[in-house]
């Protein structure tokens, strides 16, 4: 799949994001090794630190369906410029694959990406 349509499928997935704090909907969809594709939003919390970002979440689904060979990462939210992944969900998308290539699509329709690696030199890894 193109990531045209990955940024498709990540923009429906960004409409059923809980977002009412921020008020920022991002979504994401993770392209698993195999061609599986899963979808995640943000989901906020009144106690703010609880929130779960949309990568996470698209992560959680994977894993619990037993994929993690996982290949790309198309992100998209609701603000102009391209959004990439906070510092939280580099470290946890680098855990399972840190050549992932990482795409970030703007609502402008401008694209750009990266391989995961070079988003978080110097990473933290126990494996
Ligand atoms: N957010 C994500 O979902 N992914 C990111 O990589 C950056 C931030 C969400 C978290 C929060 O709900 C909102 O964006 C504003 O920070």
Redesign the pocket.
């Known amino acids: 799949m193109n990531n045209k349509k990955l940024a498709e499928l990540a923009i429906k997935a960004k409409e059923n994001?809980?977002?009412p704090?921020?008020n920022?909907?991002?979504?994401?969809s993770l392209v698993c090794a195999g061609g599986r594709i899963f979808t995640?939003?943000?989901?906020?919390n009144a106690s703010y630190g609880l929130?779960?970002?949309?990568?996470?979440?698209a992560v959680g689904k994977a894993v619990s369906e037993g994929c993690c060979g996982f290949e790309t990462l198309v992100?998209v939210?609701d603000g102009e410029d391209l959004?990439?992944?906070?510092g939280?969900?580099?470290q946890f998308l680098y855990e399972f694959n840190p050549d992932m290539l990482v795409v970030s699509v703007s609502s402008k329709g401008e694209e750009k990406s990266w391989i995961l690696k070079d988003l978080l030199p110097e990473a933290f890894g126990l494996r």
């Open positions: 994001a809980y977002a704090y921020s920022f909907k991002v979504g994401a995640g939003c943000n989901v906020e929130t779960i970002c949309a990568e996470q979440v992100i939210s959004c990439t992944p906070c939280g969900c580099r």
